[in-house]
């Protein structure tokens, strides 16, 4: 790239800044506005395209990639507000959780609900909202789902494994079964290995026994 590169692509950050004006989801929560940080990304990455353009027509190439490419993230950024919004509505409580990461969604379900202790039988108090998260996925196609299984530390480390692997693979054949498409849906059990609280405690046991599901736009 020549000496105007940098500039062009600030140009193309103006573009991606001005692109979306909505206000910032759950903003009393702090969640950012990620259709605003979408669209940036967006834009930069289409000025920089544009941006490898050789001869007079660069700047042009420039902006037409960063509205693009603010367009294209703009639109992926609103629709995982809006899904965000969408889910906390439905399926929040029971000490779910639904985090907009401005990249993707992760939706926390704690074992203690979805299971018994030591079963990987989805429990049917809970069967409900995992078919109103399939409703939800399948109102949003162009989304892949990665279902992970977490537990505390208690007994054997294969063990755990085991179990998170059943868990992970028995939530995510009730999603499939709601409906959404196989090829979608993956899944894996982590074990023990991604505590996100002290095991040391009840409290955080608790915590890390978890099925988390990451929704994540493809376009």
């Known amino acids: 790239m020549n000496a105007k590169t940098p500039f062009l692509i600030a140009i193309a950050a103006g573009f991606g800044l001005t692109a ?27 000025g920089v395209l544009g941006a490898t353009a050789d001869g007079d027509e660069t700047l ?7 509205l693009a490419g603010a367009a294209i993230g703009g639109v992926a950024g609103s629709l995982l ?9 439905e399926i929040g409580g029971n000490g779910t959780t639904v985090t907009n990461t401005g990249s993707n969604l992760v939706v926390n379900m704690p074992q203690d609900v979805l299971f018994a202790v030591d079963s990987a039988t989805v429990s049917s108090a809970i069967t409900s909202d995992l078919y ?13 789902v ?26 995510a054949q009730v999603i499939r079964n709601a409906g959404v498409a196989p090829q979608r849906v993956v899944f894996y059990g982590r074990g023990e290995d991604q505590p ?7 409290a955080g046991r608790a915590q890390n026994r978890r099925v ?6 493809t376009s």
């Open 132 to 144: 109103a998260l399939a409703d939800s996925l399948n109102r949003y196609p162009n989304t892949r």
């Open 81 to 89: 507000d809006r899904q965000a919004r969408e889910l906390q509505s």
């Open 146 to 171: 990665e279902v992970i299984g977490h537990t505390d530390n208690t007994g054997s480390a294969a063990y755990n494994q085991d179990l998170s692997q059943r868990r992970a693979a028995a939530v």
């Open 20 to 46: 979306c004006v909505q206000q910032p989801y759950g903003s009393s929560t702090g969640q950012p506005n990620n259709a605003r940080n979408a669209a940036i990304a967006g834009a930069v990455v289409g």
């Open 60 to 66: 042009t190439k420039t902006a037409a990639g960063a």
């Open 196 to 202: 996100i609280a002290s095991n040391a405690t009840e």
């Open 212 to 217: 988390q599901i990451i929704i994540t736009p």
